[in-house]
């Protein structure tokens, strides 16, 4: 059973920052990609980074800058350090990992979700 565990989470003042971190357990040989998504109230869940394997990393346009994206493929852990953070950074963030090789076979697996709150 393959579980994802997030933490970091939390409310902060705007301009402060956050570390999430998200630890990939299980019977798992490679996970391909890891990332992070965020859905506000009432929008879509949306991309915020993501890494694959190889190092090879994408931001969203709106987080280039503040927000950087790392993991650990020893400890199947990704981190997302969150600087100069802005009211409309609040959101639940999710983390992602996909092309969980298991086997023979892959999978797509969800965090459970951790909310950040920026007050202004």
């Known amino acids: 059973q393959v579980q994802l565990v997030e933490s970091g989470g939390g409310l902060v003042q705007a301009g402060g920052s956050l570390r999430l971190s998200c630890a990939v357990s299980?019977?798992?040989?490679?996970?391909?990609?890891m990332g992070w998504y965020r859905q506000a109230p009432g929008k879509q869940r949306d991309l915020v980074a993501v890494i694959a394997r190889g190092g090879s990393i994408n931001y969203a346009d709106s987080v280039k800058g503040r927000f950087t994206i790392s993991r650990d493929n020893s400890e199947n852990t990704v981190y997302l350090q969150m600087n100069s953070l802005k009211p409309e950074d609040t959101a639940v963030y999710y983390c992602?990992?996909?092309?969980?090789?298991?086997?023979?076979?892959?999978?797509?697996?969800w965090g459970q979700g951790t909310q950040v709150t920026v007050s202004s």
């Open positions: 299980g019977r798992i040989s490679s996970i391909a990609a």
């Open positions: 992602n990992a996909d092309r969980v090789r298991i086997g023979f076979k892959y999978y797509d697996y």
